[in-house]
């Protein structure tokens, strides 16, 4: 079993509607929660991070974490055609030092005008 | 702030050379770096972990010898691919740590393409 699963899609939905993109993960030692946006022949890019169970919000984009289910979310409302990515949850065990990352395989979601 | 460059984008070389790729910290000290490679629709793997000053730590089944990271400064860290092979063909990513609000997180690079012919 990974140790993060990630529905790779992909996933394809019209201009303006919510996404959730979803993970889940084994290990109930990871403590930071992070989701990834990348884009084509790019490198990740930080999206949002979190460290608790609930939801943080920032601006368009809400992520989600349940530790007693083990299942992360991402939730983007309104979304826009420039959203169109690789999204890739990543779990570490802590936020000390030079932690390792483990990340799911990426979903890739597509948002049509 | 906090970017760091990666050259080259894109490398096409033949079966048996060797390819070296840079990864810079722009604007900020990176005492460590970190190497992922990435297959078409599969997540990023963990390759190596560089420390400036050091060697490198190897994850379980990289090969040292094929991948060799050099970290001799705080700004520059760079992943050669020796005696490259088509299997060598991937996305090489690096990546350094940095502090956002109170957080560690992690900027990426903007990755390699190489394509070994």
């Known amino acids: 079993q990974k140790e993060v699963e990630q529905d790779p899609g992909p996933l394809s939905v019209p201009e303006g509607a919510i996404v959730s993109l979803n993970c889940t993960y084994s290990?109930?030692?990871?403590?930071?929660f992070m989701w990834y946006r990348q884009y084509s022949r790019k490198g990740p890019e930080l999206l949002m991070y979190t460290y608790s169970s609930g939801n943080k919000e920032d601006g368009r984009f809400t992520a989600q974490v349940d530790k007693s289910s083990k299942y992360i979310s991402l939730f983007i409302r309104d979304s826009q055609p420039s959203d169109s990515a690789t999204y890739l949850c990543?779990?570490?065990?802590?936020?000390?030092?030079?932690?390792?990352?483990?990340f799911g395989t990426g979903t890739r979601l597509t948002i049509i005008p | 702030g906090a970017v760091v460059s990666q050259h080259p984008s894109r490398v096409i070389c033949k079966s048996g050379t060797s390819v070296k790729i840079e990864c810079r910290s722009l604007?900020?000290?990176?005492?460590?770096m970190f190497w992922y490679r990435q297959f078409p629709k599969k997540s990023l793997m963990l390759m190596a972990t560089s420390n400036e000053g050091s060697k490198a730590t190897y994850e379980q089944g990289v090969e040292k010898d094929k991948f060799l990271i050099n970290h001799a400064s705080l700004t520059l860290s760079t992943l050669t691919v020796t005696s490259a092979h088509p299997e060598d063909s991937s996305f090489y990513i690096c990546s350094a740590r940095i502090i956002v609000e109170t957080f560690y997180g992690y900027t990426f690079g903007s990755g390699t393409r190489l394509t070994v012919v």
């Open positions: 290990n109930s030692a990871f403590q930071y």
């Open positions: 990543a779990n570490a065990l802590s936020n000390f030092g030079n932690e390792k990352l483990t």
């Open positions: 604007d900020f000290q990176a005492t460590t």
